[in-house]
T-cell receptor, first 111, second 115 residues
Framework: GQQVMQIPQYQHVQEGEDFTTYCNSS?????IQWYKQRPGGHPVFLIQ?????EVKKQKRLTFQFGEAKKNSSRHITATQTTDVGTYFC???????????FGPGTSLSVIP | NAGVMQNPRHLVRRRGQEARLRCSPM?????VYWYRQLPEEGLKFMVY????????ESGMPKERFSAEFPKEGPSILRIQQVVRGDSAAYFC?????????????FGDGTRLSIL
């Protein structure tokens, strides 16, 4: 069946560092969404990418959708302690009436 | 516009009892999704419903679990004869539709604890 994977599963980052996480699908997607869940909270929608190669920026976050629409990346600059949480990507498969969530990348920040 | 409302926020049940979790979607949303999340784990899809219809229940256990989204009122996730392994956070999300690339809006979740 369709699968969405995220790399890495855990990320420990020094405050102020930049880093990138990845989301990979086993099949072509019609769109991809990113969500953030703070510890003890609920997932909150961040952004959606629809077009092949699309790049969107949101403050210190940059999201990209791959040319083949099978993967996505999330780059963060100057990590802050407020960035702590789990980041989920979710892909929608064309003609399939469901959004598939990845297992998430859990970010911890070292002050 | 009120967000997705879930109640109760916390629910404690003894083994063998029934648990009823409620979810009122955002105004104007006709699609509801239920997810289960264990501590330190991802979101596990359970069921997707539209008004009065179950569209996809492939993630829901065949026994003891059921879901509905009636024409009037909230969506209900019902767990009968609960066991310790049912302890988890249950999140509900809603959207206007799937086909139009709409994001899902999540409620605060119900934390279910089984004694």
């Amino acid at each position: 069946g369709q699968q969405v994977m995220q790399i890495p599963q855990y990320q420990h980052v020094q405050e102020g560092e930049d880093f990138t996480t990845y989301c990979n699908s086993s099949t072509t997607l019609s769109n991809i969404q990113w969500y953030k869940q703070r510890p003890g909270g609920h997932p909150v929608f961040l952004i959606q990418l629809v077009k092949s190669g699309e790049v969107k920026k949101q403050k210190r976050l940059t999201f990209q959708f791959g040319e083949a629409k099978k993967n996505s990346s999330r780059h963060i600059t100057a990590t802050q302690t407020t960035d702590v949480g789990t980041y989920f990507c979710a892909g929608q498969v064309p003609s399939y009436d469901k959004v598939i969530f990845g297992p998430g990348t859990s970010l911890s920040v070292i002050p | 516009n009120a967000g997705v409302m879930q109640n109760p926020r916390h629910l404690v049940r003894r083994r063998g009892q029934e648990a009823r979790l409620r979810c009122s979607p955002m105004k104007g949303h006709s699609h509801v999704y239920w997810y289960r999340q264990l501590p330190e784990e991802g979101l596990k899809f359970m069921v997707y419903l539209q008004k009065e219809n179950i569209i996809d229940e492939s993630g829901m256990p065949k026994e003891r679990f059921s879901a509905e989204f009636p024409k009037e009122g909230p969506s209900i996730l019902r767990i009968q004869q609960v066991v310790r392994g049912d302890s988890a956070a249950y999140f509900c999300a809603s959207s206007t539709s799937v086909g139009r690339n709409q994001p899902q809006h999540f409620g605060d979740g119900t934390r279910l604890s089984i004694l």
